[in-house]
């Protein structure tokens, strides 16, 4: 009886204790939904701010070569999403609007739209990750 | 010790029980049952919207909810896609420039013969729609392919289903050609899976989603979705295909959507109107 106890115990405590495990990701997510980006927070007694890696590049000195830096690294993911089928609508038009602002000389907003654009990528990369992982929950039984 | 390993065993069910769960849901060639699919759906909407008879279904969200459904009843005392029926049935029987016909190209002259479709074709190793072989038949007879999403393709369907009323949908998965039943689970992960910026599914406005409000509009239940199109849709204000609704929605989800007649479609078609066997066809429609 002790031992069934323990294992239905266990079987309970399974699922509970991994929603209760926040990752970093998780933290990140929730204070950048709550509170923007540039807020600063913190996760295992280290402080952190809630900017993407993308936004941190664009903070870069704005200048033609960081630019394009950035909008090539936005069209690799752009590509790699589109293999997969996963692309998202927006990312062409920003980067297109990214090579234009270059063009006219606008680096920083150039920076900002390419960087944009990239991690819209990224985003739908991780997407697709998820989905070949856990399509198959929605389905009903 | 012997507490731990009881937790360690316990756990370990935990976990094995949540994986059996997941292979009972088919979703790999080996365990995937399309007619088990099939009777989990109903099953689901006779739960979500009880007393709402099956064959109601045919009807999409005027089955499931009664003030669209007055609507829709005044609206189709002059059903708008009238016009494109007469229009459809001239095209269809119009000879192409070598004096062959449409019905040259189809089983019993294309009368009939709607609720076979979409099919699995061995040879090609390809889902095949009604529209596909619509635009093949033109090809085979030294004629333009017509565009895939509305005009006369459209209205040739449109024809061809209304000929085909009341049959009831009839999509087979070969048992002796894998290739059939992988292409139906494609299109089952298709319908299921999550796209675009706003991260949906067609599930979860077509399943999760019936009868809840987005804006202004009520998804209708992917039960029955397949059977009445064509359709004429008030916000296209003509006659449109599957394939350009299909089209649509993947656009709504904020993707790059796929072309009308990909093979990923097709396989999405393929799946949906396997869901609806048994209902009849009752295209074309109308809807909002």
């Keep these: 009886m002790k031992k069934a106890a323990w294992m239905l115990a266990a079987a309970l405590a399974l699922p509970t204790g991994l929603v209760q495990a926040e990752t970093f990701e998780e933290v990140f997510n929730q204070q950048r939904a709550l509170y923007g980006k540039g807020h600063e927070f913190t996760f295992e007694g280290k402080t952190y701010k809630t900017f993407h890696p993308e936004e941190v590049e664009a903070m870069a000195e704005p200048n033609q070569a960081n630019a394009e830096a950035l909008i090539k690294g936005a069209k690799a993911l752009q590509a790699e999403s589109a293999a997969v089928g996963y692309e998202w609508r927006d990312v062409s038009r920003y980067i297109q609007q990214a090579e234009a602002a270059v063009g006219e000389q606008q680096f920083q907003r150039a920076m900002d739209l390419a960087a944009r654009a990239k991690y819209q990528a990224r985003m739908s990369i991780a997407q697709h990750k998820e989905v070949e992982a856990s399509w198959y929950r929605a389905v009903p039984e | ?288």
């Design chain 2, 1 to 288: 010790m012997k507490t731990l390993k009881t937790f360690v065993l316990g756990a370990g069910l935990a976990a094995l029980s949540q994986l059996a769960q997941a292979a009972d849901s088919g979703f790999t060639l080996e365990t995937v049952d399309p007619e088990a699919d099939r009777l989990a759906l109903q099953q689901y909407y006779q739960k979500r919207f009880p007393g709402v008879p099956l064959e109601e279904y045919v009807n999409g969200i005027y089955a499931v909810d009664p003030a669209s459904r007055e609507q829709w009843d005044a609206l189709m005392e002059f059903p708008p896609y009238e016009f494109d029926l007469e229009e459809g049935q001239v095209l269809f029987e119009t000879p192409f420039a070598n004096g062959k016909r449409y019905a040259d190209c189809f089983d019993n002259g294309g009368i009939g013969i709607r609720q076979n479709y979409p099919y699995w074709n061995s040879e090609e190793g390809a889902v095949k729609t009604l529209e596909q072989e619509i635009n093949q038949c033109r090809e085979q007879n030294g004629e333009a392919p017509l565009k895939w999403k509305k005009g006369d393709i459209a209205k040739i369907s449109a024809y061809m289903a209304w000929t085909s009323r009341d049959k009831p949908f009839d999509i087979k998965i070969p048992q002796d050609d894998p290739r059939a039943l992988q292409a139906y689970l494609d299109g089952k992960k298709f319908f299921y899976a999550k796209r675009g910026q706003l991260n949906l599914s067609c599930a979860n406005c077509h399943l999760d989603g019936s009868r809840i409000l987005i804006r202004a509009d009520l998804p209708g239940p992917t039960l029955g979705q397949p059977t009445h199109f064509p359709v004429v849709r008030s916000k296209w204000g003509e006659i449109g295909t599957l394939h350009r609704r299909y089209e649509g929605c993947h656009r709504d989800t904020r993707s790059v959507p796929l072309p009308p007649q990909s093979d990923e479609f097709r396989k999405l078609e393929y799946f949906q109107t396997y869901m609806s066997n048994g209902l009849v066809v009752n295209g074309p429609g109308a809807r909002k």
